[in-house]
């Protein structure tokens, strides 16, 4: 019965994850941007400009050669940045959903890697969707995040960020 129940909680939250893949792909294909249309930062003048790279020549030395990123690398963390928008993921589990979507692994972890994702924070926002949509112990919350590719310090953060 705890299998069977464990189980349906598992289904509910994939069919979750589905219906936001669903509507982030219908979004895509209508071209609908979530960027803002103007910057908030201030321009600097062009006086503020010239002394900062004349009064700080370190400013102007040339960055270290660096190797370029890759078009899978490049299509990688664009999608790993996407799917982090509207869902919640592990390390792994992003990593996984890449591969799912035939990225290599290496441009997995790439992506992974870069994507500026704050794992604590993302066990936590995992934490409050399945707590959402379904009813968990603290030991059981721990235990599906742990089951999603969180690690267990993840996890706990998770649950605690959501009353535990």
């Given amino acids: 019965m705890r299998k069977a129940k464990s189980e349906s ?4 939250a994939y069919l979750f994850i589905m219906l936001l893949f669903g ?7 209508c071209n609908i941007s979530t960027k803002p249309f103007a910057s908030s930062k201030p321009e600097m003048s062009a006086t503020a400009k010239t002394q900062l790279t004349t009064e700080t020549p370190e400013l102007n030395a040339t960055p270290e050669k660096t190797t370029a990123e890759t078009a899978g690398q490049k299509n990688a963390l664009k999608s790993a940045k996407s799917y ?14 890449l591969e ?17 994702a704050d794992w604590n924070e993302q066990a936590g926002k995992s934490a409050k ?12 919350l721990i235990q599906q995040l742990e089951y999603d590719g969180f690690t267990h310090e993840q996890a706990v953060y998770g649950a605690k960020a959501n009353g535990y």
């Fill in 9 to 12: 909680k598992i289904m509910a």
């Fill in 23 to 29: 509507m982030f792909f219908v979004l895509s294909a």
């Fill in 84 to 97: 982090l928008a509207f869902s919640s993921f592990s390390f792994d589990g992003l990593v996984k959903q």
């Fill in 100 to 116: 799912f979507e035939k990225y290599s692994h290496a441009d997995a972890v790439y992506a992974a890697e870069r994507c500026g």
């Fill in 129 to 140: 969707s399945y707590l959402e949509i379904s009813s968990f112990s603290y030991e059981g």
